[in-house]
């Protein structure tokens, strides 16, 4: 079956634009995680979406960020006003339940330049 | 602040002998541990997982040994076969659903 999807697999952009993200969960998880890896560090936890509840945006390093998950599947990561900082792969997660093992999707590198 | 660490970026050995991948956790709260894989280009996928409650878990060629007085764990892969070349990363939850992760750990298996 399908698994987590995520687009684009590459953006590039200048200091100072926005961007989305956007992924795809897994049909019927109605868990749904953000994570970014910079350079050399672990994944660090940004969001956590579970079916109509509030997020956890606990994760969220600045204001600059902020994500939405449409309809109880599709979600997007907003950066505004991209920082050189901001460069990382950002992974989607999701799952069946709050708890239960989290599916990885294949990630969005993000450049800013 | 890193509250999970993998000291050891890098590991090499050789096809049918043991990996070792260890990580070492700040957070006394860390109640559950988990051992993910990664290929390039791919998200991570779960491998082993491990409950505070018990010190060892196997699974097939794999078991995590956790050592709570020291806040270690570790990875054995026995025997590593070529398809085990991927980065590894160790994660660590307080009954909840954030994982903290460490940086990885790269296992290059030689033929």
């Known amino acids: 079956g399908a698994g987590v999807s995520q687009s684009p697999s590459n953006k590039v952009t200048e200091k100072g634009k926005d961007v989305e993200l956007r992924c795809d969960p897994i049909s019927g998880h109605t868990a749904l995680y953000w994570y970014r890896q910079s350079l050399g560090q672990g994944l660090e936890f940004l969001i956590y979406?579970?079916?109509?509840?509030?997020?956890?945006k606990s994760g969220l390093p600045s204001d600059r960020f902020s994500a939405e998950r449409t309809g109880g599947s599709v979600s997007t990561l907003t950066i505004q006003r991209t920082q050189q900082e901001d460069s990382a792969v950002y992974l989607c997660?999701?799952?069946?339940?709050?708890?239960?093992?989290?599916?990885f999707g294949p990630g969005t590198r993000l450049t800013v330049l | 602040d890193q509250q999970v660490k993998q000291n050891s970026p890098s590991l090499s050995v050789q096809e049918g002998r043991i990996s070792i991948l260890n990580c070492d956790y700040t957070n006394s709260m860390f109640d559950y541990f988990l051992w993910y894989k990664k290929y390039p280009a791919e998200g991570p996928t779960f491998l082993i997982s491990i409950s505070s409650i018990k010190d060892k878990n196997e699974d097939g060629r794999f078991t995590v040994f956790l050592n709570k007085s020291a806040k270690h764990l570790s990875l054995h892969i026995v025997p590593s076969q070529p398809g085990d070349s991927a980065v590894y990363f160790c994660a660590a939850s307080a009954n909840d659903y954030k994982l903290s992760f460490g940086a990885g750990t790269t296992v290059t298996v030689r033929a």
């Open positions: 997660a999701s799952s069946s339940r709050t708890g239960d093992e989290q599916f």
């Open positions: 979406f579970q079916g109509n509840s509030a997020p956890d």
